[in-house]
T-cell receptor, first 114, second 111 residues
Framework: GEQVEQLPSILRVQEGSSASINCSYEDSASNYFPWYKQEPGENPKLIIDIRSNMERKQIQELIVLLDKKAKRFSLHITDTQPGDSAMYFCAVEGASSSFSKLVFGQGTSLSVVP | GPKVLQIPSHQIIDMGQMVTLNCDPVSNHLYFYWYKQILGQQMEFLVNFYNGKVMEKSKLFKDQFSVERPDGSYFTLKIQPTALEDSAVYFC?????????FGPGTRLTVL
């Protein structure tokens, strides 16, 4: 089945700098790529998503880039704040079935230090 | 925003017992999902459900697992009998389109 690789697994950045997380996938028919933020003991919450008809999407300090040819997508958090510290998961909607299931990357633990 | 509720938040049971996890999905959503998350790992898809039927299940959805949503009430995941490796957080999700909304999870501990 679909596999999603996510790197890095751990990321530590200085407050105010940028953080980047990269994901790659296998199924070229995948067409929906959400990013979830999960804080300890909480449920994952959607923070931004992108569809295959777009290459770039920005919501405030969050930027997502999609390279369909390379089957890669990335999340960039600009001007990071301590509140951005959390686990981040990329996901890919499985295109092989009619009803969507999400295949998640392994997660990135982001720490923003003052 | 839309909220998915899950009951209970924690459940501790002995191996071999039956457990039912309950999910109250977003009211106008038609697609329902269960995911399993072991501590420190990513969510893994178990099953999705639409129009009263399982549409797809993963290899993690063992024969001991079953799902149903009787009469539009809770969407449930039943495990009978439970095994030690079933210990995890189980997240329910629901959607009307692509975006899936996740509940707060049920932490299941099998002793």
């Amino acid at each position: 089945g679909e596999q999603v690789e996510q790197l890095p697994s751990i990321l530590r950045v200085q407050e105010g700098s940028s953080a980047s997380i990269n994901c790659s996938y296998e199924d070229s028919a995948s067409n929906y790529f959400p990013w979830y933020k999960q804080e300890p003991g909480e449920n994952p919450k959607l923070i931004i998503d992108i569809r295959s008809n777009m290459e770039r999407k920005q919501i405030q300090e969050l930027i997502v880039l999609l390279d369909k040819k390379a089957k890669r997508f990335s999340l960039h958090i600009t001007d990071t704040q301590p509140g951005d510290s959390a686990m981040y998961f990329c996901a890919v909607e499985g295109a092989s079935s009619s009803f969507s299931k999400l295949v998640f990357g392994q997660g990135t633990s982001l720490s923003v230090v003052p | 925003g839309p909220k998915v509720l899950q009951i209970p938040s924690h459940q501790i049971i002995d191996m071999g017992q039956m457990v039912t996890l309950n999910c109250d999905p977003v009211s106008n959503h038609l697609y329902f999902y269960w995911y399993k998350q072991i501590l420190g790992q990513q969510m893994e898809f178990l099953v999705n459900f639409y129009n009263g039927k399982v549409m797809e299940k993963s290899k993690l959805f063992k024969d001991q697992f079953s799902v149903e949503r009787p009469d539009g009430s809770y969407f449930t995941l039943k495990i009978q009998p439970t095994a030690l490796e079933d210990s995890a957080v189980y997240f329910c999700a629901s959607s009307s389109h692509a975006e899936q909304f996740f509940g707060p999870g049920t932490r299941l501990t099998v002793l």
